[in-house]
Structures are given as C-alpha cells and as structure tokens.
C-alpha cells in the first residue's frame, strides 16, 4: 500500500477510535556496506529497510505505536497500540501535535550524481585504495579495517493539523585502519571521510594519509608523566566535545544531568570559543530541514564570545522552559522515542594553522586519538581520564610519537583554558552520543597527561 493511502485509511480510522489528533511518521533506509581484506570482499551488505510510526491524542494523552508493514492489518494495530499506550502515558506535560512552521528552509542534501554510483564502481575505488596502500611502503602489512558505507534516506511528516512535509538525504563514507610493522613494532593509522561527492575520494591521497598516520606512530618513547600543554587535534577535540554535547541539551538539563543549568547569558569558556548547530551544513550527516517534529531547523549559536546562550530544544523540552523549540526534536528511527539532538555540532574554526598551533609549544602533547570515552568519561560532572595517542613536541617542533597515555581534566575546565583554536575544523565518529560533531584542533593550557 502506498503511504498517503495508508495514512488516510490510518487517520479515518484513529478519528473512528476517539482520536482527536493524528500523525504520520514514515522513514525509508538503504544501505550498502563493503569491507575489503587483501583484494578480496570480507563483507558485503545491501539492505532496505522502511517503516511508519503513529501518534495521536485521545482522552487528552499522546499514545503511539509503530510497524514495518504498510497494509490493512497494521492500521488496526497501530491504532488499538497505541490507545494502549495512551492509557499508559503519565507524563506531566502532554505535548499536541505540531501544525508546522511559518517557513522552511530551501535546502537540498540529496546528491543525484551520488545516486548514480553504481555498486561495481564502489567496490573498484576500494581496491583501488588497497592498491595503492600497499604500494605507498613495504612496511604495510594489512588493514584492521577497510570499509565503505553508503546510504539514503527518506522521511516524511503527515497530521491531521495540516503538516505535510517530506525529505531526501544521501551520502557515502570510508573508513580505514592501516597496519604497519617495522621490527616487533606494530602500529595502526586512521583514515575517516564521508562526503555527498564520490569524486572527492582521490586513492593516492586516502593511501597517503592512512600510511602515513600510522608511521608516524613507530618508534614511540616514553615523556615524563606531568602537567603539559595539549593540542587536542581535531578528531581528538571532536571525539571529546560529542562525548560531552549532552550538556548543551534541555532534555539533559531539566533531568539535572548538566551543570550549565540556569547558566544561559553566562561566560562559561573562553571569549573566543564559538560553538554552533549548523543544520544546513553541505556534507553534514545531521542536515536536515525539520526536525522529528516538523519543527523548521536553523543554524544557531549554542555558545558565543563564550557566553552559553541557548540550549537544545524540542517542543516538550520548550514548553517546560517556556521558550521556542530550537528544531531538535529527534527520534533515531521511525520506531525510536523523541528526545533532543544536536544537528551538525562544531566549535567555529579560526585561520591558525595546525602548525601555527604546534609552533607556539614549548614543551607540550598532541593528542590524536582517544579511547575509552564509553566508561572514562562523566558528561555530568565533566571528569575524564581517558587514554590517547599523540605526540611530543619540543621548541615548537615535533619530535616523536609517545607510547600509550592517559590524559586527565575536566571539560568544563577545558572550555576556560583553551589558548587557540586552530583552522582545520573536521567532525569525528562516536556512538556515545547523537549528531554530527566537530572541532578545530585546540590548544589547551595544560592537562594531566601519564605515559606507560
């Protein structure tokens, strides 16, 4: 069955039931996944998956169900669940349903060139890429990961209060882990893209860097265990500000899980720290016009000349802190709950240089990659004790890598102490926490930094 004809039966049906409002929530997935091992494929996914969720209010609570089959029998199920649910809903603050914004946004995050790429061609630019890894230098031994995801999306809002609105987004991704030995040493390199334009994945250049990542890492020596100067580079600096973007959320806020709480016009980082969600970011992974709600999105400032000046809102979350939602109401699928999420999340890059940021070190550490943000991390109190791999530096130069470390401090510390902010903004992959985030590298005062 089509979906505007499943949702009209829905609707006519959930009115029948004693449903005042009524809405719609369909999303559509394709996947591609590949990984690759010594020319040959170790992996290979094709997948589709789509389904709808329903909402509605009856007897003055929200209920809601879902299902993946769009026919008759689910519109009678979807209806009775979530009556069910209804009766079952103790919330305090029962939320309508959204008749749409003013506005929206004239944005496109669907690249039709990409959707042209075939399978094949995916497959041969990552053994094209394996190629030439194993060329760039005979101390490559293998990869620990060698994988190309590829995805489109599709989602749409339908209610009774008149909203309608629909959205397509694709995007393709690499990520690879070079292995390289050089006596008993053995070291690893990461390389991480994603973008909407397949023709920016240039083999040479990904081999370059994945290789080159990982040499730089042989012949690691052991520095005094101290308080140092730390340039967090900025997969680094990304890793660490998603593992602590709940603190800038209401719904983290209003369950006492955030100190930043009642600090809104308050300084809480340095006058040059700009952080914003950018919604309409080219290759963000998070673009997207409305939000989980239909709420229209915009780019805004969460912090400013250091000052906090907004948290994230959707409408529940708004309604309770008597202002606007900010359109970051999010659910992660169509059978997911709404909560609060960043859009594309970064800290706003300036012109210096990864090198300028190095030569202004007299003694300091470069953090490259952090481990261990699952369980060495607390986003309430700000804590961390996380290990790390990186660099020394010394008169402004870099001498050599540093065995395994653990750097220590606290992150709303951090926000205080950061001396420079660098220009090479990136955005970094984690499963701790919802949204695309991402940073420029940072030089930050000092941390506690302990070598093995």
Known sequence: MRIHEFQEKLFILGEQHGFMDLELHYEKEEKFKCSLFKGEIDSYVSSEIAGVSFRGVINGKMGSAYTERLDEDS????????????????????????????????????????????????????????????????????????????????????????????????HIGIIISVVVKQGEEIKTGLYINVSRDFSSFVSEQIAKQAVEEALSQLNARSVESKRY???????????????????????SVQKGRSLLKDKEGETIAVPFLHIEDDPFLENGLFSKTFDSEGVATTKKAIVKDGKLVTFLHNRKT??????????????????????????????????????ELISSVEEGIIVTNLEGLHSGADSVSGNFSLAAKGYFVKNGKVQYAVKQMTIAGNFFELLNNIEQIGSDLDFSFSFVAPGYIGSPSLLVKELAVTVE
């Open 318 to 355: 708004a309604e309770e802190a008597k202002v606007k939602s900010t359109g970051n109401a999010y659910k992660s699928s169509y059978k997911g709950s709404l909560n609060v999420s960043p859009t594309n999340f970064y800290i706003v890059p300036t012109d210096k240089s990864f090198d």
């Open 229 to 251: 100067p730390v340039i967090l580079r900025n997969q680094a600096a990304g890793s660490l500000l998603q593992t602590f973007s709940p603190i800038f959320s209401a719904e």
């Open 75 to 170: 519109i009678e199920f979807l209806i009775e669940n979530a009556k069910e649910n209804a009766e079952l809903n103790e919330d305090p603050i029962q939320t309508d349903l959204f008749k749409g914004s003013n506005t929206y946004p004239e944005e496109c995050f669907y690249s039709n060139e990409l959707a042209k790429v075939t399978i094949p061609e995916k497959i041969a630019l990552l053994k094209e890429i394996e190629s030439c890894i194993y060329a760039y230098d005979e101390r490559v031994t293998g990869t620990n990961y060698f994988t190309l995801e590829s995805g489109e999306t599709e989602r749409a809002i339908i209610n009774s209060k008149g909203l309608s609105l629909q959205e397509r987004q694709n």
